[in-house]
Each structure stands twice: as structure tokens, then as C-alpha cells.
């Protein structure tokens, strides 16, 4: 039987050593065993015990849909301004009631768990689409323990005989501080984060880029930029260091790189780019879209930024793919306000459907 990552602590469990607790009924109450212990339903007492289960290593509860479909842990890693929290923010929108869902036909979106919902309404929908302004950075994970955001994602699956059957993708999103991901130092939680992880999104900010930052300006006030190519080096490090892979075997987690606010990029894209087009998933991932914009990402980061990136990704991913997208649509005027023409996001749902499509939660067309 597969092992259950808990989505708070990271821990792998075997679905039978999960804890129950005894009800309100029984002389224990509130006493907790493993799964395995029931007897007939019951608890070791003989009386009904609480539905929830429980991870054995933090108490946290576990929501059943999460256990029973297998839930996909993605980690969306990436430097300070590159954009993560507006990202997920953005995306979960785009899901539940964007165009992203008018192309999929059929395809629902609910947050997990009123943690999910409470956390989703404060940090992502409020300040983006009520207030008009950025979402807040994410704090580090040396200060707080990260709360996952967990969402199912429901895509009818047609069937020849029969109707169509509904099968739940349960994803949960760690979002990590750019801070914790370039330095060395006490960064266990970081790699439980990133172990548990099915797939991993890196964003990359073009801004932190020299040539970029020369082109375009920017509004920001920092004097400190980080290296891009450090982030991807250390992310190598830390999947090492939890025995994702060896020094001479390339590591085997799926990685999407995406480069991040694109609107501010297209003066440095051809009119025939790819990334001036429209995206062509539509109910499906687009295999013929996603190399196109692949080769397109790959030769702006050899132009623009530096080719030991894509050979650094190359020597060190089995499976990786590039990305541009933008979150937003167009920069913000300022760090409390966003453009007033709104949230109008760009190709930002292609690193998740090709995830996806590797899980086999969608189809692909290759033709």
C-alpha cells in the first residue's frame, strides 16, 4: 500500500499506522490508535471512534478526500519578488471560475479543509481581486511553519460505455520564502518540503537578471539581487541531500522552470514568438505549444541571462520543462497598488497542466 505523505510535516506513513481517536461515547475519549488496531469499525474499546485520521508524527488531522486520492504534493520554490504567492493566488482562481476553466470543460475547483478556504479568502482573493492590491510576501520558514494550501481539481473523464467518471486531483501547494531557498543553514523543514514533492515549480524573476534589470528598469527599491543560477543549484543540493538522487544520476522529480512576468519581456520576443500567441490548451495539454515555448524560454535564458543555466537544468533534471507566463498582466503601480486595468494573467496555468498531464489527470495531444 502506498505511504501517505502528510501535507503539514511532510512524514510518510502507512495508511494502517494512521490514528484514529476514540468518541465522546467511549471511557477513552479522545485516546488515540493506529487504523490498524480496529476491530469490526471500533475502537480498541468497542465503541465508534472519530472519522478523522490523524498523522502520527505532528496530530494533525488528515482530510479523507486527501488520503483516499492520493494527494500530489507540488513545491513552488523560487527567489524574494519572483512571485510565488501571486502566482498560486492566481491560479486557483484561474481554475475555479478563469478561462483557464471555460477550456476545460467540465472542470470544478474546491478548496480543502476551512483552513484552505480561510487562508485562500485573507492572503490570495481579498487583496487581489477586492483590494486591488499585492498579495503579502511569504514569511520565512525559520519564523513560522508553512500552512499548505490543499485544493481538489475535479475533470470529468469520458468513458466509452457509461457515464463519465470524476476522478479528484487533490494538490496541496507549499509556498517558501525566497530566503529560504539560498541559504545553507537550517533548512530541514525545507528539505521534508521539498522530499514530499511530486513535482516542483521554480519561478524565475527576469528582473533579478543584470541584462533585464538594464532593459526594463525597475520600481523595486532593493539593492540585493539573487542569483538566479544559485537558486537552481541549490535546489539541486537539498534533493540530494534527501537521497533524491546521486552526484552521477540526475535527479528524477519533474521540474517546471517558468519565467515569470513576461509582459514586461516583449520587446525581447520575436512576432512570431510563441509567447505572443495564444495558448493552445484547450482540454488538453498541448504537447506541440508546450516544446514550442519550451525551445522559445530556453533561447531567451541563453541571450539574456546565461547558457550554464540550461546546461546546469539539463545535467542535473531527468525531467524538466520551460515556461513563460505572467501572473498579473501588468506590473503593479506600486507595492500597495496593482495595475488599474486588473488581474489579467497569462499562459500562468501551463506549468500545472503539464504537471497534470504527467500524472495523467489530463490528456495530451502529440499531433
Not at 475535479?154 to 501547494?173: C, E, N, S, Y
Not at 541531500?241 to 552521477?248: H, P, R
Request: aromatic share 8%.
Amino acid at each position: 500500500m502506498a505511504a501517505v505523505k502528510c501535507p503539514y510535516c511532510w512524514t510518510a506513513h502507512r495508511r494502517a499506522d494512521l490514528q484514529l481517536s476514540c468518541g465522546e461515547r467511549c471511557g477513552a475519549s479522545g485516546v488515540k490508535f493506529p487504523e490498524r488496531e480496529l476491530k469490526k469499525g471500533r475502537c480498541p474499546h468497542g465503541e465508534l471512534p472519530q472519522t478523522r485520521r490523524v498523522c502520527p508524527s505532528c496530530g494533525r488531522d488528515l482530510l479523507r478526500e486527501y488520503i483516499d486520492s492520493g494527494g500530489r504534493n507540488i513545491a513552488v520554490i523560487g527567489s524574494s519578488d519572483s512571485g510565488k504567492s501571486t502566482w498560486v493566488g492566481v491560479l486557483v482562481h484561474e481554475l475555479q471560475r478563469g478561462q483557464v476553466s471555460t477550456r476545460f470543460t467540465g472542470m470544478s475547483l474546491d478548496l480543502l479543509g476551512e483552513a484552505s478556504r480561510i487562508r485562500y479568502q485573507r492572503d490570495f482573493a481579498t487583496p487581489l481581486f477586492e483590494e486591488g492590491r499585492p498579495v503579502t510576501q511569504t514569511a520565512s520558514a525559520l519564523r513560522s511553519t508553512p500552512e499548505p494550501l490543499m485544493f481538489s481539481l475535479r475533470l470529468p473523464q469520458p468513458r466509452r460505455l457509461g457515464p463519465a467518471r470524476v476522478a479528484p486531483v487533490v494538490t496541496v501547494f507549499y509556498d517558501t520564502a525566497g530566503e529560504d531557498v539560498a541559504r545553507a543553514q537550517k533548512m530541514d523543514q525545507l528539505m521534508n518540503y521539498l522530499d514530499a514533492a511530486e513535482g516542483i515549480i521554480l519561478l524565475l524573476d527576469p528582473v533579478q537578471m543584470p541584462k533585464v534589470r538594464d532593459l526594463v528598469g525597475t520600481n523595486s527599491k532593493k539593492t540585493g539581487f539573487t542569483e538566479q543560477l544559485h537558486v537552481v543549484n541549490r535546489l539541486g543540493e537539498l534533493l540530494r541531500e534527501q537521497n533524491k538522487g546521486s552526484a552521477t544520476r540526475k535527479l528524477r522529480t519533474p521540474l517546471a522552470v517558468a519565467l515569470t512576468k513576461v509582459d514586461l519581456l516583449r520587446d525581447t520576443f520575436g512576432p512570431e514568438s510563441p509567447l505572443r500567441q495564444p495558448s493552445r490548451h484547450d482540454g488538453v495539454y498541448d504537447e506541440h505549444d508546450g516544446a514550442d515555448v519550451h525551445e522559445e524560454v530556453r533561447g531567451w535564458l541563453d541571450q539574456w541571462y546565461d547558457p550554464a543555466f540550461d546546461r546546469t537544468i539539463g545535467n542535473s533534471f531527468q525531467t524538466y520543462r520551460y515556461f513563460g507566463m505572467s501572473a498579473l498582466g501588468a506590473p503593479p503601480v506600486s507595492g500597495t497598488q496593482l495595475s488599474p486595468s486588473g488581474v489579467h494573467p497569462y499562459r500562468l496555468e501551463e506549468p500545472m497542466l503539464w504537471l497534470l498531464a504527467r500524472f495523467g489527470a489530463i490528456k495530451t495531444r502529440r499531433k
